[in-house]
């Protein structure tokens, strides 16, 4: 099968199969996923990250824990260091592409929890309705009346330092607004008449929350999701700044700003390359999100 | 027999100083195999009706018999979602906007507990008049026509033996309504079917029942056979009025 009739065969108007179906609405999202040409550019960052992230030991010039203190605070591009060393000695642009893992690490774990648990409180706080909704809302309300941080802060200190402890913190902070946003969309879609429609067939409340109602909030939960990695990047990294996060040696993003903060005046590049990464990583995961929103919208489906 | 009989029905909305009676007192009765109608302005209680037998609507007083079973609450079992089904006013919502028609039709059939799916599936695309090609198609790709044949399929799934129709073709296009409802009239006669229909449009009821309650204000005011209807003597003022009102140069 040729290119040209691979793509008549997803654009068909009338599909053959189940998976004929989906793969071909997959494919029309895709494409006007492609119109877009800045989420085109912030899904290209991110496919590189996670190049970097696998490739890591292939593409670092150096070992990112080893130490030179003969060589410590290199400028930019001396002696073989391409971004110069930090106050160890250690290649700066090495431990950058290690520390790509521990982001993906951090975004994925994240990504896994928080969307997940808000779409559960929320959906079935929407769907039953009662006590359920308010017993689940205010639980939700408190988690959202702490300033971010400040729980995190509160969660790692009382779990203890270290990367997965603040990844549990972050998640533990993040979920209330996919909470909220799937309570509200759950509101809208229960009294429509193709939810009615599936009760008259004897449905119960889980399936209809989890086939019927699920389906229709997920695109806009990974909208918003793709819209907040740029916050868990940063929260992660206030962590890492903070020392509650990923622990020294580790290259941490957050953690190597933190370390180049004694330095900031006379060795500025310590603490700006890794700053720059953070940067770049959230720029592209906002403009993935904007794109993603354009595309997964359901409410353009009629059109 | 009698396949719906309904006695001193009263369905109410919100509490208190906030209730608003959308039917008050109403009282009909539906034979088996026969076609029913219920005509009335907006806002008459005529849906409300059907929203109350499905359990839709759920405060409700009075007495509803389905097939000699009395119904109470808003619950109802499956026997009952499978002798009764319903088939909804807009086709533009009452189709899952991510689910095919097949994913439709299929849950259906798996939730009444039917096997051989995928042989039903096609069975009913084509008591519907729709095509196999458009099995694994998603609403959007479908016409006003097709989603409302789709959703009539989705009702007859469970081979019910009463169908509530809920205005089914005022969001459809002139032309289109006459299909649907040729359609509905063929089905009946296929499948024995029980119709009770609510509709603003006399003609439609004429055309497609034969026997009719005017409803105004949540109250029946008159109940006659649509014979009564053509020769154009209703006995009520009011049905008088609907009628004038609807043979009326446009």
């Not at chain 2, 309904?6 to 100083?17: C, E, K, N, T």
Request: aromatic residues 6%; neutral net charge; contains cysteine.
């Amino acid at each position: 099968m040729n290119d040209l009739t691979l793509r008549q065969w997803l654009l068909a108007d009338a599909p053959t199969s189940r998976r004929h179906a989906r793969l071909s609405s997959l494919y029309k999202g895709w494409l006007t996923l492609r119109t877009n040409s800045m989420a085109m550019v912030g899904l290209t960052i991110l496919v590189l990250l996670v190049f970097t992230a696998v490739f890591a030991p292939v593409l670092a010039p150096h070992d990112p824990f080893s130490q030179d203190l003969a060589s410590r605070l290199q400028p930019i591009g001396t002696g073989g260091h391409l971004l110069g060393t930090d106050s160890l000695g250690r290649d700066i642009l090495s431990r950058l592409i290690y520390g790509a893992r521990i982001t993906l690490y951090i975004v994925a774990l994240v990504a896994l929890i928080a969307p997940v648990a808000g779409l559960l409180v929320g959906t079935v706080a929407g769907y039953a309705g009662g006590w359920t909704d308010v017993v689940l809302m205010r639980i939700t309300d408190i988690f959202l009346a702490f300033p971010r941080l400040v729980l995190a802060l509160a969660f790692v200190a009382a779990l203890g330092a270290g990367i997965e402890n603040a990844v549990l913190a972050i998640s533990l902070t993040a979920w209330p607004p996919y909470a909220r946003m799937s309570r509200a969309e759950t509101l809208t879609i229960r009294s429509t008449d193709y939810i009615n429609a599936i009760r008259l067939q004897g449905a119960g409340p889980l399936r209809i929350i989890t086939r019927h109602i699920w389906p229709l909030c997920i695109s806009s939960l990974i909208v918003r999701v793709t819209l907040d990695m740029a916050g868990i990047i940063l929260a992660a990294a206030g962590l890492g700044f903070l020392g509650l996060g990923a622990q020294p040696p580790s290259p941490e993003w957050g953690a190597m700003i933190s370390e180049g903060r004694r330095f900031i005046l006379d060795h500025w590049w310590v603490a700006t390359v890794p700053g720059l990464a953070i940067f770049t990583v959230s720029l592209a995961f906002n403009l993935l999100g904007d794109g993603l929103r354009d595309a997964l919208d359901p409410k353009d489906d009629g059109q | 027999m009698t396949a719906l009989e309904i006695r001193d029905l009263d369905v109410w909305f919100g509490h208190a100083h906030d209730r608003v009676d959308a039917v008050k007192g109403a009282n009909l009765s539906v034979m088996q195999g026969e076609s029913f109608g219920l005509v009335g302005e907006s806002g008459s209680g005529k849906s409300t009706i059907l929203r109350a037998i499905t359990g839709l609507a759920p405060q409700w007083s009075g007495t509803i018999e389905v097939e000699g079973q009395t119904l109470s609450g808003a619950k109802r079992d499956r026997a009952f979602f499978r002798t009764v089904q319903m088939v909804f006013q807009d086709p533009y919502a009452s189709l899952h906007p991510r689910h095919t028609v097949d994913q439709v039709l299929s849950e259906t059939l798996h939730l009444h507990g039917l096997d051989n799916i995928d042989k039903r599936v096609a069975g009913l695309l084509d008591d519907v008049g729709l095509g196999q090609r458009f099995r694994f198609r998603y609403p959007h790709q479908l016409s006003g026509g097709q989603r409302q044949r789709v959703a009539i399929a989705r009702a007859l799934a469970g081979e019910p033996d009463i169908l509530l129709l809920d205005e089914p073709t005022s969001a459809l296009d002139v032309s289109v309504q006459a299909e649907v409802l040729n359609l509905l009239a063929d089905l009946r006669t296929k499948h024995g079917l029980t119709y009770l229909m609510v509709s603003h449009d006399l003609p439609v009821i004429a055309h497609m029942c034969d026997q009719l309650a005017v409803m105004r204000n949540g109250e029946i005011v008159e109940v006659m056979s649509s014979a009564t209807l053509r020769m154009g003597n209703p006995r009520h003022e009011y049905s008088q009025e609907l009628l004038r009102a609807s043979v009326a140069p446009q």
